[in-house]
């Protein structure tokens, strides 16, 4: 039977970075904005609302790797996986107490996702019941679209655009270019974050039917759009960073990330990729902090 201790590792507690760096990034530019006599429009920031986005982004990625472990473990698809514990691939929890947390953890994020609609707006339940029917069908169903390499542009859309525009939306009432540029930094590094993940288990993925994106493009070409991943958050700091000019500071620590470039080039072995998977995920909720700090001293 598995313990509690099974289930929070379970939970891959090591990539909820994707879950928080987005709604820090959102909450932050909305202080900005309602702070700003350029928007007019805007609320005030409501840091109620923030939390409840928090609560939302968190019980969403915790229920998807429930979900995932859930779908795969049933596929066969663990069976030879490489990597963290799985719950029912490696047998340490039945199915059917997996679904359960599963369940639990959508049901948490639908509640919390209520309150926010509530003091925002009712179409953002909608968004909301999109983001988990997403979520499960990444690995769950008769054809989930993690199986046919789509799975980067699905964390793209909800851990980047959905999460930061949704959070700013939910404070603000208003959408504007700089919230989607900034949507877009968290969903590059959760992109870069699945490619490592992917990248490492191109051969298990491949005997088990499993076509992500990066057993479709190869390992050399995964490796190159994980480098463009790097490119293409520079550019959005630097979007933003035309707006809130404290933002462009990112850019200067955001140097250090490039050697994770070089280890992805270089790697061969699964505990290389995970490495790599991990500093990703910090580097995600290290330059959304950056952000979000230089975002709120701007406005103070």
Known sequence: MATLSDFYHGARPKTLSAAVAPVAIGAALA????????FENSRNFNLGVTLMCLVVAVALQVGVNYANDYSDGKKGTDDNRVGPMRLVGSGRASERSVLIAMSVSFFIAGIAGI???????WWLILVGAACIALAWFYTGGKHPYGYIGLGELAVFVCFGQVATVGTFYANTHIFTYEAMIAGCIPGLYSVAILLANNIRDIQTDRQSGKKTFATRVGERN?????AGAFILIACAILGLGFSFPLVFLVLLVMAFDFHLVRKMYA????????SILVETSRANLASAMLIAALLFLGAA
């Open 222 to 226: 995964a490796c190159h759009i994980f």
């Open 115 to 121: 309150y926010v609609a509530s003091q925002s707006s």
């Open 267 to 274: 790697a061969r072995m699964p505990p290389q990729f995970i």
């Open 31 to 38: 202080y900005a904005v309602s702070r700003s006599s350029e």
